[in-house]
């Protein structure tokens, strides 16, 4: 009983940080927001597209069924230091950046859902860029989007997810 007291004294101390998505913006608004509010707004980092698609599009081809050509590639890229990854096919970067632009449904903020799904492959990295494979297959894509320059681009991958998105929610891309 003392055991069961003392952890939910001890998470609602912590206000289970890990759970929840926080606004960190401040009232004098002297921090900037992690995200923006909505889909399509400016992105003050003109090399986030650049950058998104470095982390989560392949750059070239390798055989993704070998461990030791996973952890080659993670390393030429210099990505070895994140522990989960997901990636997605080239020839489906275009689609990508469609769930910004009319082929994708607003979650949240400017969090949009891909209409369809498309090859994700997904690993978990540890020490000395070791990888454990934890699988690919058809899913619908997360992902932030934001102006760069003149276009709306994913800038953040958030997350996959098997169900259907809603249907009845606005589209990315179009006018709020």
Request: aromatic share 8%; charged share 25%; glycine share 6%.
């Amino acid at each position: 009983m003392n055991i069961i007291l003392l952890i939910v004294i001890f998470t609602l101390g912590l206000g289970c940080e890990g759970l929840v998505h926080h606004d960190h913006t401040m009232s004098n608004n002297s921090v900037k927001p992690s995200f923006n509010d909505k889909p399509c707004q400016k992105n003050n980092d003109n090399n986030a597209y650049n950058k998104f698609t470095k982390k989560h599009i392949f750059q070239y081809g390798f055989n993704t069924a070998s461990t030791y050509e996973w952890r080659m590639y993670l390393k030429d890229l210099q990505l070895c230091n994140r522990s989960r990854q997901s990636f997605i096919r080239k020839e489906d970067e275009a689609r990508v950046q469609k769930i910004c632009n009319g082929s994708g449904r607003r979650v949240r903020g400017n969090l949009c859902v891909s209409d369809s799904p498309m090859m994700v492959y997904e690993l978990n990295v540890k020490k000395n860029c070791q990888v454990k494979l934890l699988g690919n297959g058809s899913k619908y894509v997360t992902v932030a989007c934001d102006k760069i320059e003149n276009g709306c681009l994913p800038v953040h991958y958030e997350k996959t997810q098997y169900p259907l998105p809603n249907k009845k929610r606005q589209r990315c891309g179009s006018p709020a």
